[in-house]
């Protein structure tokens, strides 16, 4: 039987609201008959009351245990249900064959996402987007996440750093036999185990730091930052807010696919990333 492609979102308890709109508004866009939308969590009671309202939603249970042992992701607006989705092309190993991982805080304003299920990966494990904070924001906590990532040591001034290849972990699309043949599981787990640093952005880092170059990069317009870059109504956009996803306002520029949420204590870093004014 030929294995399907999932979207996927993690949520605790917190999270399972949101989770469960997100998975509502990609069912009702979704154009595809192989593709399921799961949502992977740890509430006990949300997946019953949500099967109540559409009985067409997929769940993994995710048990809180799984995550002893794992580092806390430092930053407050994060988590430690967020490194559920580095598993997940081992638990649907069997029956996905392309992974499509969503945060809880993307709204997607088109079905043009679903088409990055034919995309030609070249057998690279994972296709996502370029950091524009991480990458491009020179300070000293994008700093050190860059250097553990990508392994290479930056001057006192960013330099040699500026624009690295470091991919944001909020979209991340899955070759699940690719993901699985490289070990990258493992080799997450074994940094994680070693525990030599301590990040912000921790989950996002590893997953960098295991696939190094060996992954394809996606358009910004499949993970654009809601009030902080212009641009018209993208695919797929980061709210301010996962629980109130009012539409963004429409602006002049390439047309995106995915909004995502930007706090709004960001810095802005006034960089142009090709037809992208980045100020988040």
């Given at each position: 039987?030929?294995?399907?492609?999932?979207?996927?979102?993690?949520?605790?308890?917190?999270?399972?609201?949101?989770?469960?709109?997100?998975?509502?508004?990609?069912?009702?866009?979704?154009?595809?008959?192989?593709?399921?939308?799961?949502?992977?969590?740890?509430?006990?009671?949300?997946?019953?009351?949500?099967?109540?309202v559409d009985p067409a939603l997929g769940f993994i249970k995710i048990s809180e245990a799984d995550f002893d042992g794992l580092p806390?992701?430092?930053?407050?607006?994060?988590?430690?249900?967020?490194?559920?989705?580095?598993?997940?092309?081992?638990?649907?190993?069997?029956?996905?064959?392309?992974?499509?991982?969503?945060?809880?805080?993307?709204?997607?304003?088109?079905?043009?996402?679903?088409?990055?299920?034919?995309?030609?990966?070249?057998?690279?494990?994972?296709?996502?987007?370029?950091?524009?904070?991480?990458?491009?924001?020179?300070?000293?906590y994008n700093k050190a996440e860059l250097e553990d990532a990508i392994g290479l040591k930056g001057g006192t001034n960013f330099d040699?750093?500026?624009?690295?290849?470091?991919?944001?972990?909020?979209?991340?699309?899955?070759?699940?036999?690719?993901?699985?043949?490289?070990?990258?599981?493992?080799?997450?787990?074994?940094?994680?185990?070693?525990?030599?640093?301590?990040?912000?952005?921790?989950?996002?880092?590893?997953?960098?730091?295991?696939?190094?170059?060996?992954?394809?990069?996606?358009?910004?317009?499949?993970?654009?930052?809601?009030?902080?870059?212009?641009?018209?109504?993208p695919p797929l956009c980061r709210r301010r807010s996962p629980i109130s996803p009012a539409p963004p306002s429409r602006g002049t520029?390439?047309?995106?696919?995915?909004?995502?949420?930007?706090?709004?204590?960001?810095?802005?870093?006034?960089?142009?990333?090709?037809?992208?004014?980045?100020?988040?």
């Open positions: 039987m030929p294995r399907r492609n999932a979207v996927a979102i993690v949520a605790d308890e917190r999270q399972f609201p949101p989770a469960v709109f997100l998975a509502e508004r990609l069912r009702r866009l979704n154009p595809r008959a192989d593709v399921d939308i799961i949502i992977a969590t740890s509430s006990l009671t949300g997946p019953e009351q949500a099967r109540a806390p992701v430092a930053a407050g607006h994060i988590t430690r249900a967020t490194y559920f989705r580095l598993f997940l092309p081992r638990l649907l190993a069997r029956t996905h064959s392309r992974i499509l991982y969503l945060d809880v805080d993307v709204y997607p304003e088109s079905a043009a996402l679903f088409g990055l299920f034919d995309l030609d990966m070249g057998g690279r494990p994972v296709a996502a987007i370029r950091d524009l904070v991480v990458s491009f924001v020179a300070n000293a040699g750093l500026f624009g690295a290849p470091y991919f944001n972990g909020g979209v991340e699309l899955f070759d699940v036999d690719a993901y699985v043949r490289a070990k990258v599981e493992k080799k997450i787990m074994d940094r994680l185990r070693r525990g030599r640093h301590k990040h912000a952005l921790m989950d996002q880092t590893v997953l960098n730091a295991a696939v190094k170059d060996n992954w394809l990069e996606l358009s910004p317009r499949f993970n654009m930052v809601s009030g902080r870059c212009r641009h018209s109504l520029g390439i047309s995106p696919s995915i909004i995502r949420c930007a706090p709004k204590s960001a810095p802005s870093c006034g960089h142009r990333h090709g037809r992208t004014t980045c100020s988040r």
